[in-house]
């Protein structure tokens, strides 16, 4: 059984930092492109970043410049380092996995999905 476990959610202050985990198991996604989304309360979900299996990166316009993704594969695991959050960086974030190394941005692309971990930012 797959599983996509995100953690290192929580509550931060506006300007601070987070960095998210997400372990994969009962299959490898060395190979695969994963990626995180993120959707706020009573909002599509969007991509955040996204990642090749040999390190191309894609990123949404509204975190670029802040937010880094990154994977080691050994681990089965991505990142998402997260600086200079801002109360609209709130949301509910998913870790997701492809059965491709082509990068996507849409939802419906992705094959795998976690359960998610909030992050809040307070103003």
């Keep these: 059984q797959v599983q996509l476990v995100e953690s290192g959610g929580g509550l931060v202050?506006?300007?601070g930092s987070l960095r998210l985990s997400?372990?994969?198991?009962?299959r490898t996604f060395v190979g695969k492109a994963m990626g995180w989304f993120r959707q706020a309360?009573?909002?599509?979900?969007?991509?955040?970043?996204?990642?090749s299996s040999?390190?191309?990166t894609v990123y949404?316009?509204?975190?670029?410049?802040?937010?880094?993704?990154?994977?080691?594969?050994a681990k089965n695991t991505v990142y998402l380092q997260m600086i200079s959050l801002k109360p609209e960086d709130t949301a509910v974030?998913?870790?997701?996995?492809r059965l491709s190394d082509?990068?996507?941005?849409?939802p419906v692309e992705y094959d795998y999905w976690g359960q998610g971990t909030q992050v809040t930012v307070s103003s």
């Design 13 to 15: 202050q506006a300007g």
């Design 22 to 26: 997400c372990a994969a198991s009962g």
């Design 41 to 51: 309360a009573g909002k599509e979900r969007e991509l955040v970043a996204g990642i």
């Design 54 to 56: 040999g390190g191309s």
């Design 60 to 73: 949404g316009d509204s975190v670029k410049g802040r937010f880094t993704i990154s994977r080691d594969n």
């Design 93 to 97: 974030y998913y870790c997701a996995a």
């Design 102 to 106: 082509f990068l996507r941005q849409r």
